[in-house]
């Protein structure tokens, strides 16, 4: 009975695991985020900025522009869709799951505005040249994840897990200086929601 018992325990505590672990998205109407549908990633909190938008960070830019958040609270941003790794039949997002994050609709230098980590001047930050698809060592930097934080708020992760013999740096994306570019940081994320485009 004591063994039975203790069977029934453990199977209890590793499904509860496995089922926060892929915990599906919501938007800010409580509904489940999908791929192939549009979203605005706005700030979970009032009076932090907009939404995420491309722009140029350095003078003359023109090609990739950069992933960044409006300055402007009453600014929405641009429409992107989530593409995960792994498609499922009820294309939902899940929490912890690699995806590529593009925007819809958009090309810069005439491919489509995918997300992608750079570096430059030993900061990490965002771009838009990324691509879709191909998980490996090749597109690593184009891999991302959503994570619960907070109540009903969720953080951008860089962490991927889309090749299984590369060691990348992981961490929180925020927003860094006057142009609001997205980065890398060791804390306080972007806390941000997800609202149907």
């Known amino acids: 009975m004591k063994i039975s018992f203790f069977i029934f325990i453990v199977f209890s505590i590793l499904s509860q695991s496995s089922s926060q672990s892929s915990s599906a998205v919501l938007d800010i109407n409580r509904n489940f985020l999908r791929s192939g549908l549009s979203y605005y990633i706005l700030p979970a909190i009032q009076g932090r900025g907009g939404g995420i938008t491309l722009a ?4 003359n830019q023109t090609c990739p522009l950069d992933v960044v ?3 402007s609270d009453q600014r929405t941003g641009l429409p992107m869709t989530f593409i995960p790794i792994n498609a499922s039949k009820d294309s939902i997002i899940r929490e912890f799951t690699d995806l590529n994050i593009q925007f819809t609709g958009v090309t810069v230098c005439g491919q489509p505005a995918v997300w992608r980590l ?3 001047n030993g900061q990490w930050f965002f771009s838009s040249r990324g ?3 191909n998980p490996g060592r090749d597109t690593l930097f184009n891999w991302f994840k959503i994570e619960k934080y907070g109540g009903n708020s969720y953080k951008l992760v860089y962490c ?3 090749c299984n013999t590369c060691m990348p740096i992981c961490g929180d994306i925020g927003v860094a200086n006057n142009e609001r ?3 890398i940081v060791s804390k306080e994320p972007l806390t941000v929601m997800f609202k149907r485009a």
Request: aromatic share 0%; hydrophobic share 35%.
């Open 56 to 59: 140029p960070t350095v003078i």
């Open 181 to 183: 570019r997205s980065v």
């Open 131 to 133: 691509t879709v698809g």
């Open 118 to 120: 750079e570096v430059m």
């Open 160 to 162: 991927p897990t889309a």
């Open 69 to 71: 958040q409006e300055k």
